[in-house]
């Protein structure tokens, strides 16, 4: 099992920055990637940004290329998502999850934690 734990989202006003937490914590080592997912009210989770666990590839929706950034440390096991410049449109429940490796899906989820964007 994994256990994934984010923080750090909160009301912020349009232009500001916002860095996102992932600790992840059990079986790690079967981790072959990470990702960070959102869901706008209404609307469908959708795909954010991934990492792999091991070599540091990453991996971003066209959307958010520029602004959004991911990271890890492996040492504390913890995966980062820096979101810049950020737009109402952000809003969003934003969750980060965990790949298996010989997984072709993302198995393990967080509760996940609020931005929200003020105009």
């Known amino acids: 099992q994994v256990q994934l734990v984010e923080s750090g989202g909160g009301l912020v006003q349009a232009g500001a920055s916002l860095r996102l937490s992932c600790a992840v914590s059990?079986?790690?080592?079967?981790?072959?990637?990470m990702g960070w997912f959102r869901q706008a009210p209404g609307k469908e989770r959708e795909f954010v940004a991934a990492?792999?666990?091991?070599?540091?590839?990453?991996y971003y929706t066209d959307s958010v290329k520029g602004r959004f950034t991911i990271s890890r440390d492996n040492a504390k096991n913890t995966v980062y998502l820096q979101i810049n410049s950020l737009k109402p449109e952000d809003t969003a429940v934003y969750y980060c999850?965990?790949?298996?490796?010989?997984?072709?899906?993302?198995?393990?989820w967080g509760q996940g934690t609020q931005v929200t964007v003020s105009s």
């Open positions: 999850a965990a790949n298996e490796a010989g997984s072709v899906q993302y198995d393990y």
């Open positions: 059990g079986r790690t080592f079967s981790i072959h990637a």
């Open positions: 990492i792999t666990w091991s070599g540091g590839s990453t």
